[in-house]
């Protein structure tokens, strides 16, 4: 607050009370007459802030105080609070699209603007201790992946336009940015009115995806066998008749298969760094 001041901004802090408290905080600032809604936390608390501030003409922009921050890595405001606030004066806003999930169980909906995940990281954040993520950060993560590697994964449909497709984790991602550290979409952008659509095929643990997370870092997840890699605006997801495969938004749990996501065109007017726009302005589509 202080750093927000000190560069001539006039803010008030209001505290999320509990969880989806921060769209209906957003909401009613908007209809007060705020000309920028500011979200500081993480990927998370974006997320919850949607549904206050999606298709009207007020700025959003983010703060890192989160657990992977995703989406200030994404824009190139890296992760520390208060640098980030200081470069609030030269950002600059355009019209975004943002993604529209539908699931069980329902019908409910539910905005997301980074990704989507279907299966194998879902089943890991379902089953997050959120007392220890609030602890220990994104080492909860990391042990709730090990909890995974001797499980069977689940297997669902996908259907991305007239293309079928059978897998255990299916990532509809708006952003590169992946956990924080990673690169699984290298081409995708929030200029773009797209997802770019990981599909992962397997059903163990290791060694399927022991090689995927090689790929992932060596840069060459583009030529590894399993890993598919597509465009689309609009998917859906049916559910296997044994067991439940859970869907994650912008990392937090949102519900069950089946579901589907598409993209919301012209959604929100977000602030980010000069320089992330023009790259993606004038980079060509792949």
């Not at 201790?129 to 069977?152: D, H, P, T």
């Not at 990392?251 to 996501?261: C, N």
């Amino acid at each position: 607050m202080d750093a927000l001041r000190a560069a001539g901004h006039g803010v008030s802090a209001i505290p999320t009370p509990e969880e989806g408290a921060a769209g209906r905080i957003a909401r009613q600032a908007v209809e007060e007459g705020a000309d920028l809604i500011l979200a500081l936390g993480g990927d998370g608390t974006v997320n919850e802030m949607l549904p206050g501030v999606v298709h009207t003409d007020v700025p959003v922009a983010v703060i890192p105080a989160g657990t992977a921050n995703v989406l200030t890595h994404e824009l190139g405001l890296g992760t520390n609070a208060l640098k980030a606030a200081a470069r609030l004066g030269s950002l600059e806003p355009r019209r975004v699209a943002i993604g529209l999930l539908r699931c069980e169980p329902g019908p409910r909906q539910r905005y997301f603007l980074a990704m989507a995940g279907v299966g194998f990281d879902a089943h890991i954040v379902h089953g997050l201790n959120l007392k220890f993520k609030a602890k220990w950060g994104v080492v909860a993560y990391w042990a709730a992946a090990m909890r995974e590697l001797s499980r069977k994964l689940e297997q669902f449909q996908v259907q991305v336009g007239e293309q079928s497709f059978v897998c255990s984790f299916a990532l509809a991602t708006r952003v590169r940015n992946y956990g924080g550290y990673f690169e699984i979409a290298r081409s995708v952008s929030l200029v773009r009115d797209e997802f770019e659509v990981v599909l992962f095929d397997g059903r163990s643990t290791l060694p399927h995806y022991a090689k995927y997370l090689a790929a992932i870092v060596s840069g060459k997840a583009s030529n590894t066998r399993g890993m598919s890699f597509l465009r689309g605006c609009q998917m859906s997801f049916s559910a296997p008749p044994d067991m439940p495969v859970y869907v994650q938004v912008d990392g937090e749990y949102a519900g069950r298969l089946p579901a589907s996501v598409e993209i919301v065109p012209d959604a929100l007017n977000l602030l980010a760094p000069p320089e992330y726009w023009s790259r993606w302005t004038h980079s060509p589509t792949p």
